[in-house]
């Protein structure tokens, strides 16, 4: 087992609220996609780009920072804020799912902007394209390590620049979902008109959901410090599971002019709560665990999928959705929205006291889930 020290999170500059957002679009969005993006969860969420409204509709990006940066910020946020000697960290841990390019990976990035701070000979490992369950993977990575060298410490990052992602909302007009079912089903639309409008109901939910953020955890043997141990880990239990979650480099969609385009299956929330279900049984069954039961657990840190997924995981884990054990994760999904691979860190970072257990959470693109859990020992 290894203690978790310190953590600190990064967010951009420029935060956009969902009623301003909503606002800019208002005259395009029927009442009923209103109420489904009300549902969702998320207040507000941070843009990497000064003008997000206006990238939303057409306009050229205007990036002030970027994952790397996001990332750097973060890590030196982390080891200011920890106070000791630098030359301790061994290795560092990066992952994302948004670089800023496809080569270096996001850990040679880092290092390249933290001379001075990072020893020129740790070890760097990037874990990219893992989707949101890659916190407690990379945890695990750095357990191997301090292993082999239990004087060193680890940093884990996690750095995410959504943003830049979301296609351009330029048609007329956008639906809710069960609107366009509906209008199918009574043929004032045909099977193209419907496929091409839901995939701009989902351009629209998408730019509603996400934010950037980046979270770095120090982690090591200390004394006094919570412990990760056991962690769970499950991928395709089921063969059509694996396209659940997928993203293509290379969109055809003319809209988006050969960038990356994201695709969600209807039933994520469903196989996602049964994922963490799995996974949560199988931690807490396991002989190490210091607890056998959620009831024993002062707080569940839930992966921000958004706030019907966090819904139907409350429910199969029979945890009420109002109650202070599971409240850090609202509370992530309202302040910066779906924060992918750093939303669980940011839980972390923002958990004040360690009087009891808690259990981490994360599940995503592969389809897979890990929860972990964290103890004072």
């Not at 060298?149 to 007329?172: C, S």
């Not at 998408?206 to 990760?228: H, R, T, W, Y």
Request: proline share 5%; net charge negative.
């Amino acid at each position: 087992m290894i203690n978790f020290i310190s953590a600190a999170t990064a967010t951009p500059q420029h935060m956009f609220t969902t009623t301003e957002l909503v606002a800019s679009l208002m005259h395009k969005f029927s009442p009923e996609l209103i109420n489904t993006i009300c549902s969702l969860g998320v207040d507000k969420r941070y843009s990497v780009m000064d003008n997000y409204p206006d990238f939303r509709e057409g306009a050229a990006m205007n990036p002030t920072n970027s994952t790397t940066g996001l990332g750097v910020d973060a890590t030196k946020r982390c080891v200011e804020e920890w106070g000791g000697d630098p030359s301790q960290i061994g290795l560092l841990i990066a992952a994302t799912n948004t670089p800023d390019q496809m080569l270096p990976c996001l850990a040679s990035e880092v290092m390249a902007q933290t001379h001075g701070l990072l020893s020129r000979s740790l070890r760097t490992v990037s874990m990219q394209s893992q989707g949101c369950s890659v916190l407690l993977k990379s945890v695990e990575v750095a357990q191997w390590y301090l292993a082999a060298n239990p004087n060193k410490l680890a940093l884990v990052l996690m750095a995410e620049a959504h943003t830049p992602f979301v296609a351009p909302l330029l048609a007329d007009e956008f639906y809710g979902y069960r609107e366009l079912v509906r209008s199918r089903k009574e043929g004032k639309i045909d099977d193209a008109a419907f496929e091409k409008q839901r995939l701009d109901t989902t351009f629209v939910v998408q730019s509603m959901l996400f934010g950037d953020g980046a979270v770095a955890m120090l982690i090591g043997n200390q004394e006094g410090k919570p412990a990760f141990g056991p962690i769970s880990h499950l991928t395709n239990d089921d063969v059509e599971d694996v396209n659940l979650l997928t993203m293509t480099s290379n969109s055809s969609h003319p809209l988006l002019n050969g960038r990356a385009q994201y695709f969600m299956r209807p039933n994520v929330p469903n196989r996602g709560a049964h994922y963490a279900v799995t996974t949560v049984k199988d931690v807490l069954e396991h002989p190490d665990s210091p607890v056998s039961d959620l009831g024993q657990v002062d707080d569940c840190m839930i992966h921000t999928g958004s706030k019907k997924i966090l819904d139907g995981v409350c429910s199969q884990l029979h945890l009420e959705k109002d109650s202070t054990k599971v409240s850090g994760s609202y509370e992530v999904l309202k302040n910066y929205g779906n924060l992918s691979s750093a939303s669980t860190g940011f839980m972390l970072a923002e958990k004040d006291e360690w009087t009891g257990p808690a259990i981490v959470v994360g599940f995503g693109v592969g389809f897979t889930a890990s929860a972990g859990i964290m103890s004072l020992n």
